[in-house]
């Protein structure tokens, strides 16, 4: 028996164009005092990423696969193919490689090998939504010797940051900014690198603020303005904005702000034409307003949640949904005067007419630090099995 243990040492979420580092350690549970002849041995071990597609087939027509194309090979035991056994496609997989041939194990003994693999920037986020689904993992495959092939599959998530992939680093690293001090190597440095330049990306783009001031109205007249000073956002943060219903000429009684996000699959790929669009809701603000001058919302974007994104087969949008109840009447009968003595009372009326519109506002997601978002991740960073 080999126990074979997986451990992302950063945490379970990386940004595209970074370097994922996996220990993995197999050892031999069994106490040093056995004998020798209690040794266990491996012919291989090889690790590969990739990333698998599902689609709804109530939802999304994908083009029939090429059945020619199948490798035989696959069918198998002892051929190592990552994504055997798993739903969907496999639509992006980086070369695997090799950990070691023929190792031997005496008890109580453990070797440890590092996986070092670049994530491809050209591959979509971790995304699962009511149409498709992409899930990246890492699989490392073991074998002993005529047996099986074991896989441990290591579940992570990405994030997709556009921009990142047109920047060039500069060449001449004297000129690129370096700790004196720390001894890095290549791929290292420039993974770290690319980390900072998308925390600098991800910085100026959602830290840029402007009034954006709108009016409420309906077709009997104005109901109030909204004020909102950016629309763009990082996943973890709070979309902030305020009402003023001082200037409305029509009473607004009640108002709902839901953060939505808008899944829609591509023209060609619909499975019946014009299909309707799939929402889901993330958080929501609701408060009764008759008699109010000025009110505010809070909606956190979950750091668990998917930034914005756009691909061959579906698109992720988020947006704004508001809801407005609003008086048929005049401000004035909305409240009813209950006594004529000397001391008053006001109610409210017991039935009101009322209308009802809708406004949506489109905001932009986009992406935060990775390592912010291992702390949420539904994800572990070490994953075992026993061989």
Known sequence: MIEVLAKLGRGPVFLAGEVLECVITFTNPLSPSSTSASSEMLAWASAQIHCQFHASENRVALPPSD???????????????????????????????????????????????????????????????????????LTIGCQRVNSPIKLLRVPFRVLVLHGLKDYQFPQDEAVAPSNPFLEEEEGLKKDSRLA????????????????????????????????????????????????????????????????????????????????PVSFSTHARHQESCLHTAQSSFSLPIPLSSTPGFTTNIVSLKWRLHFEFVT?????????????????????????????????????????????????????????SITI
Not at 98 to 120: A, N, Q, V
Not at 201 to 212: D, E, G, I, Q, Y
Not at 233 to 253: A, R
Not at 334 to 359: H, I, K, N, P, Y
């Open 196 to 275: 900072d330049l998308a925390t600098e990306l991800l910085m100026v783009a959602t830290s840029r603020r402007s009034l954006h001031l709108y009016n409420i109205s309906n077709t009997r007249g104005k109901v109030g303005t909204f004020c909102i000073f950016k629309t763009v956002y990082k996943i973890g943060e709070d979309v902030i904005g305020t009402f003023n219903f001082s200037e409305g000429d029509i009473p607004c009684l009640q108002f709902s702000v839901s953060l939505q996000t808008e899944e829609s699959i591509q023209e060609e790929f619909q499975r019946r034409r014009g299909q």
């Open 67 to 137: 059945g020619s194309k199948h490798d035989v090979q696959a069918e198998n035991e002892t051929v190592f193919v990552p994504n055997r056994g798993e739903r969907g496609q496999c639509i992006l997989s980086t070369p695997p490689k090799i950990l070691f041939c023929d190792l031997r194990l005496d008890p109580g003994e453990s070797k440890s090998y590092s996986y070092c693999e670049t994530l491809p920037l050209d591959g979509p986020p971790s995304f699962r939504g009511q149409s498709v689904k992409y899930v990246y993992k």
């Open 327 to 383: 008086s048929g009447e005049s401000s004035g009968t909305c409240l009813v005067r209950g006594s004529q003595s000397e001391a008053v009372t006001w109610s409210g009326v017991e039935q009101m007419e009322v209308d009802t519109f809708s406004w949506d506002l489109p905001i932009k997601v986009l992406p935060t630090n990775p390592i912010l978002a291992s702390y949420v991740s539904q994800f572990s960073s070490t994953n």
